[in-house]
């Protein structure tokens, strides 16, 4: 299986008015986030609005991610669907496209017993050659995994990987003293990273990353290195980035890169741009941790 650790930004999608993925500021985007030494890329995770973009658009959108890494950086594509089937399509689809791994994420509208929501990740692993990241965010997901759903698909040979955005750091642990070295745990940077390190966790995959690659990459250095009291400092200053939280993520993510030259384009509708004073917000956390 191949190893995924570090920081993996969860990509934007930049999509025009007209619908058309904007390629060549992804693609750019991609090159200078791999400059400033990020560890991977995630495009179609919850920042990049996989929920709000057709079949061609999120494909368009992988194909651009790959294309851009040129290998120098594993690409782990999102996956998503109220559908098995379509789930299992979308896979095949990103694997073929060169994808290095999956990400995992069950979207729902009627309510799932377990049975069902371990059968669906199930059957993205089963169709992959690919290691599986599975995804939980209880905070927007219908149908979460229990610790023990966790726990059974840690057993199939490609699911590898976690990321949990519960924001419950608790949790983690428990995964990790559950599961041991087979399932290997990202956290979102709502978990405070530099605290999930320190109990063993890998990196994290988050959309904040993309506007703070640099600090992000510097925080992992950090704790890797076992200099807890810098990491620590840097990761209280980083946490200003979490004010974010009350605004629409992907809007937030767009705006920042959009104040540092990036035309990334508005939220996909029905979501709304930032206001004016959202914005102030943003340009101001932006500044403080430049």
Known sequence: MSDFRGVFPYLVSPVAADGAVRTNVLAKLCDDLIG??????????STGEFAYLNAAQRTAVVQT???AAR????????????????????????????????LAILEAYFPLAD????????????????????????????????LEIIARLAEHPRIGYIKDASTNTGRLLSIMNRCGDALRVFSASAHIPAA?????????????????????????????????????????????????????????????????????GDP????????????????????ELA
């Open 196 to 264: 999930v390190m320190l109990i063993g966790g890998l990196g994290w995959m988050a959309g904040p990353a993309c506007i703070i690659p640099r600090q992000s990459v510097a925080l992992y250095d950090l704790c890797k290195a076992g200099r807890w009291d810098e990491a620590m400092a840097l990761q209280r200053r980083l946490w200003r980035i979490k004010a974010f939280a009350r605004f629409n993520l992907a809007a937030c993510i767009k705006a920042g890169l959009a104040i540092q030259g990036y035309d990334v």
């Open 65 to 67: 991610t790959i294309e």
């Open 115 to 146: 049975a069902q929501i371990e059968s669906y990740f199930r059957a993205i692993a089963d169709a992959v050659d690919i290691p599986v990241v599975i995804y939980t965010n209880p905070q927007f997901q219908r149908s979460d995994l229990t």
């Open 71 to 102: 290998g120098r950086v594993p690409v782990v594509a999102g996956v998503a669907s109220t559908s098995t089937a379509d789930a299992v399509a979308q896979a095949k689809a990103y694997q073929k496209l060169g994808a290095d791994g999956i």
């Open 36 to 45: 400033a030494g990020v560890h991977g890329l995630t495009p179609l995770g």
């Open 268 to 287: 996909v509708p029905p979501q709304a741009a930032l206001t004016a004073d959202a914005r102030k917000v943003v340009e101001a956390a932006l500044r």
